[in-house]
């Protein structure tokens, strides 16, 4: 069974950074497509980050510019590094893997907290 494990989150001024880590186990890590999503109260969970199995990355337009997603295979952990934070930031940040090519993503972490004051 694949496990993902978020790290990291917390309490950060705004203005502040914070760099969240997704352990994922398994021998499958490389072939995985990785997410990073957030929900914040009252509303749907949105896509903020990707990277894919080849290293390409994506960014929501809010978040881009400030959010570097990162992946180390040697580690089989993905990162979200999160600069210049602010208050509308502050969500439960979950991790999501899957396979890009057959646009499947089952496997989800139990997510971290986020919480950016201002």
């Known amino acids: 069974q694949v496990q993902l494990v978020e790290s990291g989150g917390g309490l950060v001024q705004s203005g502040g950074s914070l760099r969240l880590s997704c352990a994922v186990s398994?021998?499958?890590?490389?072939?995985?497509?990785i997410g990073w999503y957030r929900q914040a109260p009252g509303k749907q969970r949105e896509l903020v980050a990707s990277?894919?199995?080849?290293?390409?990355?994506g960014y929501d337009i809010s978040v881009q510019g400030r959010f570097t997603i990162s992946r180390d295979n040697a580690q089989n952990t993905v990162y979200l590094q999160m600069n210049s934070l602010k208050p509308e930031d502050t969500a439960v940040y979950y991790c999501?893997?899957?396979?890009?090519?057959?646009?499947?993503?089952?496997?989800w972490g139990q997510g971290t907290q986020v919480t950016v004051s201002s």
């Open positions: 999501n893997a899957g396979f890009e090519r057959i646009n499947w993503f089952p496997y």
């Open positions: 990277i894919t199995s080849g290293g390409s990355t």
């Open positions: 398994g021998s499958r890590f490389s072939d995985y497509a």
